[in-house]
């Protein structure tokens, strides 16, 4: 995947000295450089080594796909590896390297909830990446880490700002770019699966025209024209499992890059749950309003944005499962969640994937329409 | 009978029966089958809603029915690698062949061992057959005497009213592997 990266995407600053606000920061800094130098690598690299590169290495390492802005990733990879082409866009010397190995380092503590967020900590953190930053000519990284460091200090100062909320707006962004994610990668599944039928059925009939093949050189030998004809129809066969394969692979490359994406914003999503932040958020600000749904009969078109809680609503099990644990809602709700499953099944008979927001209002897709089902009566 | 299965790391819970017409393995028209259902989760994102077909002609399989939003490698289970439950006399079986991945992530059936299935396990593999109703680990023709190409295949046997021990190979020999990153 070629990495987009906004030029008005900007940093959450921390609008007061509050831990989670300042997490957020970290969090937030991270992945900016994870974008920034991903689209670093690939600018300078897909033209020697193509558009494929990433795909490609990590293919001769006999590894799944990478994906080009995982923080984790961009640092490792230069790191780890003395041979990989990431070093030929970086700078060189020894100091650089504990550079990253620090920042690598930093990264994994505050991603597996171990890190200080204390303003000076967040200090400490952005400082760093800021001279990576420098280091590597990251222009928008350079941009937003010298603005967080003056926020720091000012707030360190008793200066006050406004938008308490923006660190919670950035979660439920997250939060929203898995549930988009996770509905892409799904829709792709079933190209995918189509594509591999497809590949199937066509190694099945290399493998017919190969037992044809040589079914008829036993009886007639070398020299037939008949054997001659089906050598062609055996290798045009074999053409067209090489073509679909190819397909197949570079669907499939896709889809586990999504999916790579998809895991890093759980992880981090995770991570926030982990340590409190997103508590210690929303008890500062809960800004976001419910819509009347009073009048809303289900069925109907939605309107509002759809929920980030995700449920799978299963035909054939005729319940209700969360898509992203896969435990049954009747596990800790009982015959409420069978009953709610049932009630759903007539609204939506082929089931599927239903969205539920804070306010436990509950949406699924109809063709292009994302329509209410109706009010979930217990708290998921 | 118990309802919900642990195989290693995965999760086995019994849903249900339900009456249905369906295509056996071997092709040809839908024909009436009773679908035992069951929910096989575990980490990694695996939910696989799976079957287990009993076919109005005597054909058995357990099948994925519905992958959800289970990433790969695990969402090929879809419309690859169904279990085929064969008769024995009063008894069924079927074989241990287990998904493994290949170059590529691509995964398919491979010929395995005890002592390999048992790894991905993490404890004793007769201990745990057992204690499902189903017989050792032994070869085909072991098993029943088989003197042809396939005799060298594992294979287990178990009562053929047991419905849960075919839903536990499967997901002993599907998921499991792929989940242990096992490899060809």
Redesign the interface.
Known sequence: MTPNIAVNRSLNLPSSLNEGQFRVLIFDAFILLGEELGAHYHAKLEPILGKNWVSELA?QR?L?PYNLTDPDWVLKEPLRNPTSPTRLTLPKGQGFYNQINLLARARNAYFHNQGNASADAAQQVIQLLLEFSLSVQLLLCTREYAGAIQRIKKLLLGEEFGGAEQGLERIVILEQQVANL?EI??QS?LE??QR??AL?NALDDVAVREEALRELREKVGDRDQAIAAARIEQELAAKLVTELRSEY?TN?AE??DK?NMERQYKDLLKSLVMSKTVESLRSVSSTKKSIDTAALRPGSVWYGEKGSH?L?L????R?L?D??????LRENHGERATNLALKWLEIKPQGG?VFVDDFGNATAYRGEDLIFMGVMDFQL | MTSEVLVGAIKIVYMGAVEIKATPIRGGEPIAAIQHLSFVTGPDGIALETAYLIFSNGDRDVRVIETGDTPSPYSRLGHGGRLGVYPLGKMHYCETRAMKLGDKNWSNLHRTTAREIEGWLGSNLNGFLSSLGLSKVITREELFGDEGRRRHELATSFESTNFMAPFAIFALTRPLPLLKGARR
């Not at chain 1, 898509?323 to 049954?328: H, I, Q, R």
């Open positions: 293919r006999n799944p996770e990668a799904n599944k995918i699966q591999e039928q199937e692979e499939l889809l586990l999916e995700r799978t299963s035909v054939n099990f319940e499962y898509t992203k644990t896969g435990t049954l994937r």
